[in-house]
């Protein structure tokens, strides 16, 4: 077989609000084509166009029709799940097809789309499980104003109910924003057993920081008192937040750098020697790295860029990777990924507390892990006879 | 009433769908086995006469019509259905968007819709309002059903209440609240408690053969 020349989008906010964490994906991408133009027995070549939406929703669509209008069909892109969902019409429109390679809230199966981050069975769940176990059942939910928020904090306070726990508050804010005074007074006032953060970029980093300072002012210990759990930390992440804060974090993620293996230690050196500026490696750029080799392997066995015969040789395509094997399932076009709870250092590295035995595969409407109806909400239920 | 809780995971339902073949049949299928149904097609050609099945039930399964199709009129008569209502949350296939078409489901009860060509991203929305409407209805219907079995008892209520006035010498409010406390101990409607006693003492002085035809149940 002659050997494909291909362009592909990458559309990656390297800017903005969390341009931090999508710049490390468009690396990971970048990573994954380079190693696959290096290989003499690849399939394809792969030349990446990129585009910079500057985590403005609205520079979205507008980039993959340039990126339609050269003829790329295969783009690899999105951060936020409104980019994606503001770009899956196009998609559809022009038969392309997305790979996503961020952990989302589930509830979506387009079939334009191939998701290779985590699903909320694969991130979600453990983690309640976890927090339950070591800390309590009462949480304080915060999220940025938006689906990934929403959801977040749905699962999480349908299955505090279901465990008869209870979400003391649950607070959005503007991504974006900063100010978190408001928000850590009401945490010391209702004191929960810990903290759900589902707040992305600038806020999260915000969030960390005057968290812990303000616990420090009061002779409070974070970790211990009010430990924060979130699903999306990453290693870059860390640094983002700096050295208060950083530490004793609780992160919920099918990968972590600090990983065991050597095929992750290869991975982790690999980018390290390619992006020296950085930013490091986050379970974000693997799932992008993921998705670019899954996509090189399925025009490998399909012959051709098609899109149609693609997706199909996609199905059921397995790919040993940094956190492990990888496997697209075949009938929802999602990675089964290997779940794990890491806890952060002030080397700005993960700990791993507990990691599942073999991968999981995504359940992305939740229909395995969840009952029919959804929990009733919990009140006094009591019958009066005199 | 109490809030009905909303079903958010249809996951092992059946999913009958009556349609004609085509090209989104097979993503409609995909996307119910993504949400854990199980897909039960029975294909149809357009002009065909066909009947709906008599084994539906509300719990187990879904039907999916296409409003296409020559659909019938109304479900088996076995169900012993009002208008409008379906044994089991159904939900209608729009092709042409014509008022006959969307009226010819809305009698069979459809509670919601969805769009062909059939796009994956509204499915999930179709049957959660399609099962949260359906079950919506039928709790409505169940109360109303209690309502009017209320109201045909409540002849046993006023005689209660007058028997036990003349009986114990009470006045209205005494007597029923009588009545009230001794039902919700034996926690059973007023109404229901105040049938068993009267049909308990159909001889009783006070159980008047002049009251008893003017005032009969039903």
């Not at chain 1, 027995?41 to 939406?53: E, L, M, N, R």
């Not at chain 2, 009947?51 to 039930?57: A, K, W, Y």
């Amino acid at each position: 077989m002659t050997r494909l020349d291909l362009q592909i989008g990458l559309l990656f906010s390297t800017t903005g609000a969390y341009g931090r964490v999508a710049h490390t994906q468009l690396n990971g991408a970048q990573l994954a084509c380079d190693e696959i133009n290096a290989d003499p027995s690849a399939a394809v070549t792969f030349h990446p166009v990129h585009i910079d939406p500057e985590s403005d929703l609205h520079k979205y669509a507008p980039a993959v029709q340039s990126m339609f209008d050269r003829g790329i069909r295969h783009i690899c892109g999105c951060y936020t799940s409104s980019s994606r969902k503001e770009v899956i019409p196009l998609f559809e429109k022009h038969d392309g097809l997305l790979w996503y390679p961020t952990h989302y809230e589930g509830f979506e199966s387009s079939t334009n789309v191939i998701y290779t981050g985590a699903a909320p069975n694969h991130h979600m769940s453990p983690l309640i499980d976890f927090l339950c176990a070591r800390f309590g059942r009462r949480a304080y939910c915060i999220g940025s104003n938006y689906i990934w928020g929403w959801e977040s904090n749905r699962v999480m306070r349908e299955e505090l109910q279901r465990r008869r726990g209870e979400v003391v508050a649950e607070r959005y804010l503007p991504v974006g924003e900063t100010d978190m005074a408001a928000i850590i007074e009401e945490i010391l006032e209702t004191k929960p057993d810990f903290v759900f953060n589902a707040l992305i970029g600038e806020s999260s980093y915000a969030f960390f920081r005057a968290f812990r300072e303000t616990c420090e002012a009061r002779g409070i210990e974070q970790t211990t008192r009010f430990p924060i759990a979130s699903c999306n930390l990453s290693e870059p992440e860390l640094r983002a937040i700096g050295p208060v804060g950083a530490d004793g974090q609780i992160s919920s993620s099918v990968y972590f750098s600090s990983l065991a293996g050597e095929r992750n230690k290869r991975f982790v050196e690999a980018y390290g020697k390619a992006f020296p500026e950085g930013p490091v490696v986050s379970a974000e750029a693997e799932a992008a790295y993921v998705a670019i080799h899954m996509l090189a392997k399925s025009i490998a066995d399909a012959g051709t860029a098609s899109v149609g015969a693609v997706l199909e040789a996609a199905a059921g395509q397995v790919f040993d990777a940094p956190q492990g094997r990888v496997t697209i399932d075949p009938e929802t076009y999602h990675a089964a990924l290997t779940p794990r709870i890491g806890l952060s250092r002030a080397d700005f590295e993960f700990d791993i507390l507990l990691e599942a035995p073999e991968p999981i595969a995504a359940d992305p409407y939740l229909v395995s892990s969840t009952t029919t109806f959804e929990p009733a909400e919990r009140r006094r239920n009591v019958r009066v006879v005199q | 009433m109490k809030t009905p809780r909303i079903a958010q995971n249809f996951r092992g339902r059946r999913a009958v769908i009556f349609t004609t073949e085509g090209r989104s049949l097979g993503i409609l299928e995909t996307t119910l086995r993504r949400l854990g149904l199980e897909p039960d097609t029975r294909p149809v050609s357009p002009r065909q006469v066909f009947e709906l099945p008599e084994d539906l039930s509300p719990e187990a399964d879904l039907v999916i019509i296409d409003g296409d199709l020559n659909l019938p009129q109304a479900w088996p008569e076995s169900y012993n259905l009002s208008p409008q209502h379906a044994p089991c949350p159904t939900v209608g296939l729009v092709g042409t968007e014509a008022p006959s078409r969307l009226k010819a489901m809305l009698q069979l009860g459809a509670a919601s819709f969805l769009q062909k060509p059939i796009h994956s991203g509204a499915v999930y929305s179709a049957l959660y309002l399609g099962v949260n409407a359906f079950e919506q209805i039928d709790g409505l219907k169940a109360s109303l059903d209690d309502m009017g079995e209320r109201r045909r008892k409540r002849i046993y209520v006023i005689k209660a209440v007058a028997a036990l006035m003349r009986q114990r010498g009470l006045n209205e409010d005494a007597a029923y609240d009588l009545l009230r406390k001794e039902s919700m101990r034996a926690r059973v409607s007023v109404e229901d408690h105040c049938e068993s006693l009267m049909l308990a003492n159909p001889d009783s002085d006070l159980d008047r053969g002049e009251t008893k035809k003017r005032c009969q149940a039903r």
